[in-house]
């Protein structure tokens, strides 16, 4: 069973950046294979950034783009990402995920099958 748990998440001032982590553990052999979503109160939860199936391509949501980059580190197994220049509507929940198959585009929730817990973060204006 994989399990996924996030960190790095806080309250920082607009411009300025945090990191988050997302560490897998479990019968999973590497973080190519995940994405970080969102989800702001009374929002749906919607795609901040993922990997392609291969792990060589990269996708952002046009809204954090240029602010925003997903890595990883596949000896650990761990996902971050890395953001910068935050906004207040960048306030959210952001939770990190896992898909064991393809098919279904990296954007959409439903392409994933495991989640994590999920880390507050805060963009005081």
């Known amino acids: 069973q994989v399990q996924l748990v996030e960190s790095g998440g806080g309250l920082v001032q607009a411009g300025g950046s945090l990191r988050l982590s997302c560490a897998a553990s479990?019968?999973?052999?590497?973080?190519?294979?995940m994405g970080w979503f969102r989800q702001a109160p009374g929002r749906e939860r919607e795609f901040v950034a993922a990997?392609?199936?291969?792990?060589?391509?990269?996708y952002y949501a046009d809204s954090v783009k240029g602010r925003f980059t997903i890595s990883r580190d596949n000896a650990k197994k761990t996902v971050y990402l890395q953001m910068n220049n935050l906004r207040p509507e960048d306030t959210a929940v952001y939770y990190c995920?896992?898909?064991?198959?393809?098919?279904?585009?990296?954007?959409?929730?439903?392409?994933?099958?495991?989640w994590g817990q999920g880390t507050q973060v805060t963009v005081s204006s």
């Open positions: 995920a896992l898909r064991f198959t393809r098919g279904i585009s990296v954007t959409s929730p439903r392409a994933y099958d495991v």
């Open positions: 479990g019968r999973t052999s590497s973080s190519g294979n």
């Open positions: 990997f392609s199936w291969s792990g060589s391509s990269t």
